[in-house]
């Protein structure tokens, strides 16, 4: 039997023709036991179903050519009695199997459903009473009733929505679910909602995320087969917001075909489904979102201080995700967002200065933001920072199709244009679109869901890991050896290496060649030197002068001129953005942070300090008293971020920023600011 570990083994293994051992251990994180323990299972489950095995031959993987196909067209009919189920995931299926359930259920039915112990049976409930917990839902035990659910119908449903997501981003997750409603006798009404729904979407040309598509679609299902819903209930606020939206008609036209006698109140749950999981959004869902998505905009910029030179294109771009996202936060629809760790974790910077820039979108819901929405938004932001590269030599058009919105999508086309400099991206495209397009319109296609074409298509994840980049660029110069002479794979480096000297640890080899490549300073960008490299002894200094603002503005900026870490013109064009914008550099507390674009005289990033005795009016104004001017020489839309967000910490932090405008000394600054870097 497979369990969820070697069936995503399986998945991975079967994209590929051939693979060696190290590049799929390091793929997904495996020991070499553990591959061996795993890929066994995976033969043995193959074998059951009169497949070809997988075998590994002189530490080479080699994936038959039937199963391949069988893996792509998704042919192998694998179910959920044919795997074992891990402990968290049979807590949410037990969810999904009570919530529609058709009759008092006890302990006795969830052993039966899950191939598990009384006592086994038990734990999971267990479990997923703390679950419930987490969304105000009681999941209740008595003779009577049995195991039932208790709490408002909406909290409910929420529950059910995210143990929807969190199953489909399982291996074999829509299997699972597809369980629930087997062991009652309905797997049935998920494909009759599939054809109402998809049949509904392209008579009436509506554009929705297929991903999240697919998560409505089931959860929709569960509803209509679930008995003794408890009522809704919307305030008449809400229920106006809804109704003013051009969407509202299908919600209710749906409605009526899924529920036939839905009440009133069901029309509007599901016009907040399609609303979460629009696509593109092509009429204008309120003139508040544009000025909301506006108002991010700003706010991202002033709190990056990165000039956002096509405002318009991205204000377009954010405002498509900002809808379905604005819906999902007001009526507090969950995100399962299964990239957010990763963001944080290589993007940390940049997820917090967008963390603060969604501060509108906070104020006007009067919601808190989950990390799960953010992490999208911050892919969003990143996706537009690193597309900024331009193309050259360009040879190949390449089409991208992501099923996993428009956030994910941006985020993908940015990694692939830094991946393949000479290959020329198309706009992004949904599957719909793509079958429409001739062939001859294009050379290659990167997709993050299966797609067939005369030309070579690769699967990719939204987010690929350093790892999967150097698989992704081996993949495709083989394909296409002259994209790029100079290129070459790690594994033909550890041939080389392997033939001239004795190699105790090939795995770690491995590892840390690719880390080297494709981890350390992969463009110029990378290299974000931290707050206490940048101002050192020589860019702080302190001056008992008084001063006009420009004066201090080239006083402030001197170490970076005498450093030539910026030409005399970027000092001009610091002065001339506060003359022609106003005291936009001015960010409260007496903190000034001037700065222009890096395109107007910057040699090299850097930042420097200037404390004033006497407070300078900037502007000549009373209400931008400023005493402390710190300079920023940004190279790029990057590699200052790590920097700022540290001195951002040190801003907001009463008891740092009062030392820090006690400190007579550079000596007694950096103390503060290492300090600052530590907490």
Not at 111 to 121: F, I
Not at 224 to 241: C, D, H, I, P, Y
Not at 286 to 292: A, G, Q, R, V
Request: charged residues 25%; glycine residues 4%; contains cysteine.
């Amino acid at each position: 039997m497979f369990d969820q570990r070697s069936y995503k083994l399986f998945e991975e293994l079967t994209k590929h023709e051939k693979i060696t051992k190290q590049e799929i251990m390091m793929q997904l994180n495996l020991s070499e036991r553990q591959l061996q323990y795993d890929l066994e299972k995976v033969n043995l489950a193959l074998g059951n179903n009169d497949l070809p095995r997988i075998e590994i031959s002189n530490q080479l993987i080699m994936i038959d050519k039937k199963l391949r196909n069988l893996a792509k067209t998704n042919y192998l009919d694998i179910n959920a009695n044919q795997f074992i189920i891990s402990e968290q995931d049979r807590s949410y299926l037990i969810y999904l199997y009570t919530f529609i359930r058709k009759e008092p259920v006890s302990n006795y039915h969830f052993q039966l459903l899950l191939g598990v112990s009384k006592n086994t049976a038990l734990t999971d409930v267990k479990r997923l009473r703390k679950i419930c917990e987490e969304w105000d839902v009681e999941f209740l035990y008595t003779r009577i009733d049995g195991y039932h659910l208790a709490g408002t119908e909406m909290d409910k449903r929420r529950l059910a929505i995210f143990s929807v997501s969190h199953l489909l981003s399982q291996p074999l997750g829509k299997e699972i679910i597809i369980l629930a409603l087997k062991s009652w006798g309905k797997a049935e009404v998920l494909v009759e909602t599939q054809q109402i729904i998809n049949q509904y979407l392209e008579t009436n040309e509506i554009s929705l995320v297929k991903s999240r598509k697919t998560e409505m679609i089931i959860h929709l299902a569960l509803l209509r087969v679930r008995t003794g819903k408890a009522e809704l209930s919307f305030t008449n606020l809400e229920k106006q917001m809804l109704e003013s939206q051009s969407i509202f008609k299908h919600g209710k036209e749906l409605t009526r075909r899924l529920f036939f006698e839905g009440g009133e109140d069901e029309s509007y749950f599901v016009t907040i489904q399609l609303l979460v999981t629009l696509g593109i959004v092509t009429s204008q869902a309120s003139p508040t979102l544009e000025m909301l998505a506006g108002q991010i905009i700003d706010e991202f910029e002033k709190n990056t201080l990165l000039p956002i030179k096509d405002k318009a294109f991205l204000k377009r771009s954010l405002y498509n995700h900002l809808v379905p996202a604005f819906f999902r936060i007001t009526f507090e629809i969950p995100l399962f967002n299964q990239l957010t760790e990763r963001i944080k974790l290589e993007y940390p910077d940049l997820f917090q200065f967008v963390k603060r820039s969604l501060s509108p979108l906070t104020l006007w819901t009067g919601k808190e933001i989950s990390e799960s929405e953010i992490g999208f938004f911050t892919m969003h932001f990143g996706g537009y920072l690193g597309s900024g590269n331009n193309l050259h030599s360009e040879k190949l058009t390449g089409l991208i199709i992501c099923s996993n919105g428009l956030s994910s999508s941006i985020m993908l086309e940015a990694q692939l244009k830094e991946l393949f400099p000479t290959i020329r991206f198309s706009r992004i495209h949904n599957r719909d679109k793509f079958e429409d397009i001739p062939s001859t319109n294009y050379d290659v296609v990167f997709s993050t869901i299966k797609v067939e074409s005369v030309k070579p298509v690769f699967v990719v994840k939204a987010l690929l890991s350093q790892v999967e980049k150097h698989y992704l660029i081996r993949d495709v110069l083989q394909k296409f050896p002259r994209l790029d002479g100079q290129m070459f794979t790690v594994e033909q480096l550890m041939e080389i290496i392997k033939r001239h000297t004795e190699v105790k640890d090939e795995n770690q080899l491995f590892s840390e060649l690719v880390n080297l490549f494709y981890v350390q300073n992969k463009s110029k960008g990378m290299n974000k030197p931290m707050l206490s490299e940048l101002l050192t002894k020589d860019t702080i200094h302190f001056t008992d002068d008084k001063l006009d603002w420009r004066d201090a503005i080239i006083e402030a900026s001197q170490p970076l001129v005498e450093s030539n870490k910026v030409q005399r013109k970027y000092v001009d064009s610091m002065i001339t953005n506060v003359e022609e914008i106003g005291a936009y550099i001015h960010i409260g507390k007496g903190i000034a942070i001037p700065h222009a674009r890096p395109e107007n005289g910057v040699n090299q990033l850097g930042m420097s300090f200037l404390r004033t005795k006497t407070p300078v009016l900037l502007l000549d104004q009373e209400e931008h008293k400023i005493d402390i001017f710190i300079c920023l020489a940004a190279i790029d839309s990057e590699a200052h971020l790590k920097a700022l967000a540290q001195l951002t910490k040190i801003l907001g932090d009463n008891e740092l920023l009062e030392a820090l405008k006690a400190a007579k000394t550079a000596e007694q600054v950096i103390e503060i600011i290492k300090e600052g870097e530590n907490k």
